[in-house]
């Protein structure tokens, strides 16, 4: 089984939508974060937590919510979908400073 | 200007071959660096971390030129697994944030 694990792996709909990506980790790392990536840019940071009770906004929060359930787990919100957040998300897990270990990557299309 | 540019490539070899290319930062306080190798439509993986003193990992060599503000990686004898894209990750406060490049890529030819 994976590290880091991310459902769904792909999804497709419509704008207006809430959807929610969920992530959860057996590395026991207490950093989680949520990345997206798109085509000819670097992975920009959207979130991230420290540890349960916190939570943090990256480069590009807005139109996005998480929330720290456990220590295990760290899911992204997107409260009503638009045609620009179709991209490639990651959630990423890592221990203090040391680098950080990917899931598998969600593929969000939104039309 | 971007916090780290790599120059997109793509970088076509056959196999065998030496590779190299480089990605410049553009913050002076970044404090770690890495390269990271990322498959087509899959998630990146930590390739190396690159120290001060430069580093090796079997046929992968990294380099760290702080004055001039950029990191190499060089790949030897190019294996037709290599293709993929070369992430270059810096790590500014040596905590939390990570600037990613755009990626290099690589594609080894039979």
């Known amino acids: 089984d994976a590290d880091v694990t991310q459902t769904p792996r792909n999804r497709i709909t419509k704008t207006g939508k809430r959807i929610m990506l969920e992530c959860s980790q057996t590395?026991?790392?207490?950093?989680m974060y949520w990345y997206r990536q798109d085509p000819g840019l670097g992975l920009r940071l959207i979130y991230y937590?420290?540890?349960?009770?916190?939570?943090n906004k990256g480069e590009i929060s807005d139109g996005y919510s998480v929330s720290r359930q456990a220590q295990a787990k760290f899911s992204l919100s997107l409260e009503s979908a638009i045609p620009n957040q179709t991209a490639l998300y990651f959630c990423a897990t890592s221990a203090g400073g040391q680098p950080q270990h990917f899931g598998d990557g969600t593929r969000l299309s939104i039309l | 200007r971007k916090e780290v540019e790599q120059d997109p490539g793509p970088f076509n070899v056959p196999e065998g071959a030496t590779v190299a290319f480089n990605c410049t930062y553009s913050?002076?306080?970044?404090?770690?660096f890495f390269w990271y190798r990322q498959d087509c439509r899959k998630e990146p993986k930590l390739l190396m971390s690159?120290?001060?003193s430069g580093n090796e990992d079997g046929r992968f060599t990294a380099q760290l030129n702080r004055a001039s503000q950029y990191i190499s990686l060089l790949i030897r004898d190019s294996k037709l697994s290599d293709s993929a894209t070369y992430l270059c990750v810096v790590n500014i406060y040596n905590d939390y944030k990570l600037s990613f490049g755009a990626g290099t890529t690589v594609t080894v030819r039979a």
């Open positions: 937590s420290f540890d349960v009770k916190d939570i």
């Open positions: 913050n002076s306080a970044s404090q770690s």
């Open positions: 690159v120290y001060s």
């Open positions: 590395k026991g790392h207490d950093r």
